[in-house]
């Protein structure tokens, strides 16, 4: 069902739990269709230094939330507002075609958190 | 790693008993029980044997009552196309109710695109009907009550005794789907009084794709598919003999073995008792009137499906009634006509137990649930963490 | 006592092979393929491995073609009302032959009653359409052709290539119900150019109770049962996992072996030859385009089910179009409509060779028949005796 890497990323996720000074969060999802994510950043000179999550959701929804993060950091605000769902889903070699709505939360999930950084930072 | 099955309630491991039965049909007794040749009689003799086994453990007067069908779906689906082709000319108006099987309301759903009326019963937080409001339900144009014996996923036992007494009187045929009653509790269409009735054989330690409709003497019944003399006409095509025969030596065993289900239902309410220390978590369905080896818990905060993989990973094998689990959007309907909320419902953990669980699997359970519920817990974003 | 099987026609004998394959599921790989945890998908894996068997076997561009079911009989049902079904608001017209299988015939004639319209295209005395007739039947409001590839009783192969070429050009579905030629001549769905097409394990030496229909891709079909989410929504109900397996497995057998039936073809042509020695007897079905096992002929002034009897006391299965061998009042449909005189069609004689049948099996029966055709006549009123 799902490929090695999803399976990896949902066994041991990456960069879970959130960040108590966060620069940054992006929350998206519904619970009626079952998943929540949530997306903390430390923003340094453009640079995500740091990033978190916490999902409700499927094994797609954690493994989506935890390599969307593992892909974002380190990178700059505009390279991570690059990342789209499917680069999401590649990077996991590929999801379930009925799982494939998950994997577009988590780089929604990103982008949200950007924007909540340039908001409340008035970029 | 140590594997545990909790999942019985989805299909069995099959019994020794009912493979050493069914081994013989597919070496030297191949034959077509069609045939009038010696390959083909002997072949006959055997399947009607099976025929009145199965007769026999749900209490039919007459194994010409048994018609033998590919499983619990089809026997469910030839029960209600069958009356309804029967007697449409009498009336359009089914009862159902909000928690049925699949196999029974999307065959509803798909009798209410064809300009029949269908009439959900609701039921309670408990996933009982409400017989009072399945009286009003009855109008002059009912021709079929099917409403299952017990639920498949929160194990709540319906009052179908109560239910055939009300439809009696209105001269309502009642289907009722015994898919998971069968070798859980005692089924006796006799005592039951109902005109038709549902069983799989993949439920009760037999082999999968074979089940059967019983049909009351007298009831009028229409074939849902066309073909050769099988089954009376009801239901023709090859018969799958193995499989029949498995069945029949599955229904004998499971009518012998209904003393096992107390020790089940013991074990089964040491993990329920067990599960709610944890914070957080509610039974579903009714905390007495349920199957001996249903558990259904929802556990707040976390998603099914990310706990069914959790725990596989652990050895334990599980269900939910989780959307996620079956890539569909709405969670289990079972759970949402309970009245739960998408969120709890989408927690929700089914553990069903069976003749080879032991109380070692439970204490595995017990000491595993928790822990990985926590570590699920510590990811989500919902609840107190 | 000499017992020799000459009713492939009617099942074969299960492959041990194919009995191999199937154990594992009846024993440790017990899950179901729907579940999500390990148990559950180590099975679905294999249940996927199995239609890309039965996939190729047919020359199927993609395994998601394949839907199983439980029989031939079941196939020819969904594959019929399933496109009717899905094409109603375009039309109402079915074309079909007389001398189809009663899984075809009966469906079809079900249909008429609901006030579709069914043209039953005759044959000729060698049981083959005409396709002028097929290529004028075709009207406006034409949605389905459903011709068999060859025939059960008689062996006939149709030109089924042609037909759906005559199909194509107005845009119509074709289905064949090619029960009886897969493993025997070669059957591949590309080549044929069919849209739907109609297997059975148990005619290829696999298990009784499953089947499949092949339906291209882009075919509109609608399900016949309704239920949970297997086999695509198109077939629900808990899979026969063991008899999938298995049928994935005589499926490969079957068209790796292909060659055998040439050697059958030789004794097949040796016992019509035989036969055809006894005075006033004569070939039922097409003297070339036959399938390779299959033997028909009319023993005047003799009954059929007289004759079987007698043989099967002789250690012969066999069979026969004889209405006495059903109970029915009316010998077979299809040499009724190859033009066969009651009389006739009553003293038809099927045998139908398989991989087990030997040189010597043949001589056995070519030194018995004579001798019970001779008895039997020998009581009859009618003939010169
Ligand atoms: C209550 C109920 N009805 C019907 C079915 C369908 O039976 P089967 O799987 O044999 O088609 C099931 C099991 O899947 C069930 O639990
Ligand atoms: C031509 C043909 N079609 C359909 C069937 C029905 O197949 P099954 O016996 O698998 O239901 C048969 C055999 O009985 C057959 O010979
Ligand atoms: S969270 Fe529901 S399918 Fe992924
Ligand atoms: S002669 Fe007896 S049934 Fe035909």
């Given at each position: 069902m799902y490929s090695e890497k999803v399976m990896d990323h949902f066994k041991?996720?990456?960069?879970?739990g959130e960040l108590e000074k966060a620069d940054g969060v992006g929350e998206v999802g519904n619970i009626k269709c079952g998943d929540i994510m949530r997306i903390y950043l430390q923003v340094e000179e453009g640079i995500i230094k740091d990033i978190k999550f916490r999902t409700f959701g499927c094994g797609a929804a954690i493994a989506t939330s935890s390599a969307v993060t593992e892909m974002a950091k380190g990178k700059t605000l505009d390279e991570a507002l690059k990342l789209t769902n499917q680069m999401v889903a590649e990077e996991l070699g590929g999801l379930p075609p009925l799982k494939m709505h998950c994997s577009n939360l988590a780089a929604d999930a990103l982008k949200a958190a950007i924007e909540d950084y340039k908001k409340s930072n008035n970029l | 790693m140590r594997r545990i099955y909790l999942d019985h309630a989805a299909t069995t491991p099959i019994s020794p008993k009912v493979l050493e039965a069914m081994l013989p049909f597919y070496n030297?007794?191949?034959?077509?029980?069609?045939?009038?040749h010696g390959f083909g009689r002997e072949v006959a003799i055997h399947v009607d044997k099976a025929r009145e086994k199965v007769a026999k453990a749900i209490g039919?007067?007459?194994?010409?009552?048994i018609y033998f069908t590919s499983g619990g779906t089809e026997a469910d689906n030839l029960a209600i196309f069958g009356v309804i082709e029967a007697l449409q000319n009498k009336g359009k108006h089914i009862i159902t109710s909000a928690i049925e099987h699949h196999a029974v309301l999307d065959t509803c759903e798909a009798l209410e695109k064809k300009g029949f009326e269908v009439t959900k019963l609701p039921v309670d937080e408990n996933g009982v009907i409400d017989l009072e409001v399945l009286k009003k339900s009855?109008?002059?144009?009912?021709i079929l009550i099917t409403l299952m014996h017990?639920?498949?996923?929160?194990?709540t036992i319906q009052p179908i005794e109560e239910v055939v007494k009300i439809a009696k009187e209105k001269g309502v045929y009642v289907h009722t789907d015994s898919v998971q009653t069968l070798g859980s509790i005692p089924v006796n269409v006799q005592e039951l009084g109902v005109d038709l009735l549902s069983i799989s054989a993949h439920k009760i330690y037999g082999p999968k794709g074979v089940g059967a409709l019983y049909v009351k003497k007298g009831t009028k019944l229409k074939s849902l598919v066309f073909g050769g003399?099988?089954?009376?006409?009801i239901r023709p095509g090859t018969e799958n003999v193995a499989g029949i025969i498995g069945f029949g030596e599955a229904a004998e065993i499971a009518t012998l073995s209904l003393a096992d289900n107390e020790r089940i239902s013991k074990l089964r309410d040491k993990l329920i008792e067990g599960l709610l220390k944890i914070e957080d978590v509610k039974l579903n369905g009714h905390p007495i009137n349920r199957l001996p080896g249903n558990v259904n818990v929802s556990i707040e905060y976390i998603e099914g499906e990310a706990l069914l993989l959790s725990l596989d990973m652990e050895g334990i094998a599980a269900s939910s009634g989780s959307a996620c689990t079956s890539g569909?959007?709405?969670?289990s309907h079972v759970l949402m006509s309970m009245g739960l909320s998408h969120q709890t419902a989408h927690g929700s953990l089914r553990l069903t137990l069976g003749k080879g669980t032991t109380e070692e699997d439970i204490d595995y359970c017990l000491k595993v649930i928790p822990e990985v519920v926590h570590r699920l817990r510590s990811m989500s974003p919902l609840g107190k963490n």
């Open positions: 041991n996720p990456r960069n879970v | 030297e007794l191949f034959g077509n029980p069609s045939s009038i039919a007067a007459s194994p010409q009552e009855i109008k002059d144009d009912t017990a639920n498949n996923e929160v194990g003399g099988q089954e009376r006409k569909s959007l709405d969670p």
